[in-house]
């Protein structure tokens, strides 16, 4: 059990670690939204390639939101089952359980905070960088997030009409 609570742990470290290090990274963000080609990341310029391959590398583990509808919600399905599971262990150990790894978050909650928060904000600057071309991947994504707004909505719609239902006289 311990091992779950590890990789519980490994898994927001290196989430935040990523966060911080794109933040904390101003010349990086500076120089990817410059128009000047001189300032800009280049995956051609050689000193700078090493750190555009890590953040390619960070762009692959949080690519679930860049493929394809149906893939995408298969993977869905199988982090948050494992995220349950791993809440599940944390309430058996009388451990407080972090709001995502609740079997009572909805997905669409789940997803619209990744994507909306860490993912497309990503995928955003690395579009910056010359020599990447994110159009079809950014597409992508925003129609995978509509598709998670329309089930949001859905819900809210639903829980309005239920709301009704049990107000009136």
Same mark, same amino acid.
């Given at each position: 059990m311990r091992h779950l609570f590890n990789h519980n742990f490994f898994l927001t470290y290196h989430t935040y670690c990523l966060i911080g290090k794109l933040l904390h990274r =101003? &010349?990086?963000? !500076? =120089? /990817?939204k410059s128009k000047k080609a001189e300032d800009r990341f280049s995956i051609h310029d050689e000193p700078q390639r090493n750190f555009i391959l890590s953040l390619i590398l960070h762009m692959a583990d949080l690519s679930n939101p860049a493929k394809p509808l149906p893939i995408y919600l298969r993977w869905c399905d199988l982090v948050i089952s494992e995220f349950q599971s791993l809440g599940d262990k944390e309430k058996e150990a009388g451990l407080p359980v972090g709001h995502i790894f609740k079997r009572d978050t909805p997905l669409? &909650?789940? *997803?619209?905070?990744? !994507?909306?928060?860490? !993912?497309?904000?990503?995928? /955003? *600057?690395? *579009?910056?960088? &010359?020599?990447?071309?994110?159009?079809?991947?950014?597409n992508t994504i925003d129609t995978n997030l509509q598709h998670f707004q329309k089930m949001k909505t859905k819900v809210e719609r639903d829980k309005e009409e239920v709301d009704v239902v049990f107000t009136k006289d």
């Open positions: =101003k &010349e990086a963000i !500076v =120089k /990817s669409h &909650e789940i *997803q619209l905070g990744f !994507v909306n928060f860490l !993912v497309k904000p990503f995928y /955003s *600057q690395m *579009q910056g960088i &010359e020599g990447v071309d994110l159009t079809d991947v950014l």
